[in-house]
């Protein structure tokens, strides 16, 4: 009887390797990457005019298709916020609940085997690799929390840790497994030759923007400024794009900083107040938070006008328009470099 | 989600929404589907025309064609025995 097992796949190296290790000991893989809307693949590609060009692939996909597996792509964004919300087990170095995220992520593949009758679960993590959710100490509290308990099975460094049901049971032989652990990606880098793969996904901080310093100060401030933790799909989306300026608590600015980015941002019309520079090439600009008074209108307005080609000038025309159908000419001077003090920057 | 049946076809619209919705769209469409079926896809992420292709040959499933109209890439899928 052939077992069958699912590969959480990232779209990194790790995960790659750890399905062709399993593949190689004559189990069928299938592969399961979520979503959960603070990724990094793709989005920013997308809105940004400048990268367009650049052929942007999907880093999980490229590993199915690498390992001739079928990919299974898992929206669980409204789930998710929960774990963003209230992590139990706290944040990492910035916004990244890793440990609960991993914890909640290996909950849903358990749910995934038994929907679909598949065996066992696979990871790619390693001992020791991230300070957070790859700890020795952090490993077992996964299995056990997720509830997959000796169903998930980590072939990087199996060696290191207690056997698992599939190699209990035979279904694995434990010693073509491997017992990486630490922070060095040489073993990998060499496992990666020998199974001849090339040309992978080597991120950086981790897989989504949440491991991001500036993009979690951005998120913080968004909580602090409403007074709660919730966010919509749309709120994480705005904050990976343009410059995120906030002149006081009831309001921020987030301007377009090039072509691509004012069409995304035109998009949000109608949901938004916005300031357009129309007398001069500039950018758009999003109002999020309450309706401005006349004085903050023309506050927005010179900050906008600042970043536009007309920021020289001494009078600058720019549309105001509330979420409705009003809108108003504002002719004022841009604020000179000097006036936008550098705690209005988020981030 | 919004689509609708013309002909056999089934219309999936997947404006304004970045990879990889339009995808998970598309999948759980299909996964919906029989064996045979079409489905047309509508979307603004230019990463489609690679995304979608790629899901398709590792699933198994068909691309009868892609084109870019209007800043729009509209692509059709046939549903295989993958
Ligand atoms: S980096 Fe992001 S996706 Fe990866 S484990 Fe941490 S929180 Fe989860």
């Known amino acids: ?347 | 989600m919004v689509y609708s049946v013309t002909d056999s076809i089934i219309e999936l619209d997947a404006r304004r929404l970045f990879c990889p919705m339009p995808v998970i769209r598309l999948q759980d469409c299909i996964n919906q589907q029989a064996v045979g079926t079409r489905i047309q896809i509508t979307c603004t992420d230019p990463g489609v025309m690679n995304d979608i292709p790629t899901w398709c040959r590792i699933n198994g499933h068909e691309v009868i064609s892609s084109q870019e109209q209007y800043d729009e890439y509209i692509l059709v899928i046939e549903k295989k025995d993958g």
């Open chain 1, 1 to 347: 009887m052939t077992r069958k097992a699912v590969a959480l796949i990232s779209g990194g190296l790790d995960s790659l390797l750890a399905a062709r290790l399993i593949q190689q000991q004559g189990i069928q893989v299938e592969g399961i990457n979520f979503y959960t809307g603070f990724c990094v693949e793709g989005h920013t590609h997308a809105i940004r005019k400048k990268d367009k060009d650049k052929v942007k692939r999907n880093n999980a996909l490229w590993s199915a298709e690498q390992l001739g597996i079928k990919l299974h792509i898992i929206d669980i964004v409204e789930e998710y916020k929960d774990v963003v919300i209230n992590p139990k087990h706290g944040y990492g170095a910035n916004l990244n609940p890793c440990l609960d995220c991993k914890i909640f992520m290996v909950q849903k593949a358990h749910e995934w085997i038994q929907a679909n009758d598949f065996d066992f679960i696979i990871t790619g993590e390693v001992v020791g690799q991230r300070p957070m959710s790859q700890r020795k100490q952090t490993m077992p509290i996964v299995s056990a929390e997720s509830g997959a308990d000796d169903l998930l099975l980590r072939p990087l460094c199996a060696q290191n840790l207690p056997a698992t049901k599939p190699e209990k049971e035979g279904w694995i032989k434990r010693d073509l497994l491997k017992g990486f652990s630490g922070r060095s990606r040489k073993p990998q880098m060499a496992l990666a030759k020998e199974f001849g793969f090339e040309d992978y996904a080597q991120p950086a901080g981790g897989c989504c923007f949440l491991t991001d310093a500036s993009y979690s100060v951005k998120l913080q401030d968004l909580w602090d400024n409403r007074g709660h933790k919730k966010y919509e799909i749309d709120d994480i989306m705005l904050l990976k794009v343009g410059r995120h300026i906030r002149p006081d608590q009831s309001y921020k600015l987030i301007i377009a900083r090039e072509e691509g980015e004012n069409r995304f941002l035109s998009g949000y019309k109608g949901q938004f107040q916005t300031i357009k520079t129309v007398s001069h090439a500039g950018p758009m600009a999003l109002v999020e938070g309450d309706k401005l008074d006349q004085q903050q209108i023309e506050l927005a307005c010179a900050i906008t006008a600042r970043f536009s080609k007309g920021r020289d000038e001494e009078s600058v025309e720019l549309v105001y328009s509330d979420k409705g159908d009003e809108s108003q000419a504002i002719h004022i001077k841009p604020l000179l470099p000097q006036d936008l003090p550098q705690e209005w920057y988020i981030a």
